[in-house]
């Protein structure tokens, strides 16, 4: 499984990155949260995926399945679900929660899924929503994606962990964990009850352990990283690889 992250920002995104930076990525200046996997399934669908896709030598076309982890602003814009399904191709299937409004859009063909039911996306790939500590209005979810012997926990938008989430991830030992990063290295946030801070991830973390979630062979990630709530990049590198975790950034690719 390879996946590449096309943005790893939370919704205070500069109003500018695409005019600043319309022909790279930029580590500083993160745009809306997106990942790319296998070059073919898609996670949330921002303003800025379309020009993300394009940077990484992406057809929106070769897109097949997009996964949404909720429906706020910086995950989900209709202009670009329309731009992915646009022109002669197969049909975009999109998968989201089951309550989730979603409007009509050509070119598309809804697949509304059950928290905690495994859907088989393809030969190779299967998944798992599970429940998100977040705003219930934007339908959250959190994504368990298996493919090749691989696991992958995609936790974006989303504060500490459910209890129902927590025990279905019990004695998972996922491949790769990437965990909602939105607030900096500090106390005292008001996000508490949907995004995480640095030190709320260094206290899970080791609950994760215990229970077999995560193991010495799991690589973790933040992302979703507000710009206005931490460090430059390097130096929020250095904060959390002291912690054993690592950073996310923009065109990033990992190979599980």
Not at 86 to 106: C, N, Q, S, T
Not at 158 to 176: C, E, P
Request: hydrophobic residues 40%; glycine residues 6%; negative net charge.
């Amino acid at each position: 499984m390879v996946i590449q992250f096309l943005g790893t920002g939370a919704a205070d995104y500069s109003a500018t990155i695409l005019e600043d930076f319309p022909e790279q990525f930029n580590p500083n200046t993160r745009r809306a949260s997106a990942a790319l996997l296998d070059r073919r399934y898609l996670i949330d669908a921002g303003p800025h995926v379309i020009n993300s896709l394009q940077i990484a030598g992406m057809n929106p076309a070769d897109i097949t399945d997009l996964f949404f982890t909720h429906l706020h602003k910086d995950h989900y814009q209709p202009a670009s679900i329309q731009a992915l399904a646009a022109g002669d191709r197969p049909p975009l299937r999109v998968w989201l929660r089951e309550d989730a409004v979603f409007p009509e859009i050509p070119g598309v063909e809804l697949h509304r899924m059950h928290l905690h039911e495994t859907y088989r996306i393809s030969n190779a790939l299967t998944l798992t929503g599970l429940p998100a500590n977040h705003d219930q209005e934007s339908y959250p979810q959190h994504l368990l994606i298996e493919a090749n012997g691989k696991k992958l926990y995609y936790a974006l938008d989303g504060a500490w962990v459910i209890n129902s989430t927590f025990n279905a991830l019990r004695n998972a030992h996922l491949d790769m964990l990437v965990l909602d990063g939105t607030c900096g290295d500090y106390v005292g946030d008001f996000r508490l009850g949907e995004h995480n801070s640095i030190p709320m991830i260094r206290l899970m973390l080791p609950s994760f352990r215990t229970v077999g979630i995560i193991d010495d062979h799991t690589t973790v990630y933040i992302s979703h990283l507000a710009r206005t709530l931490h460090k430059f990049h390097e130096e929020t590198v250095a904060i959390c690889e002291a912690s054993g975790f690592h950073v996310a950034y923009d065109g990033l690719t990992v190979t599980l």
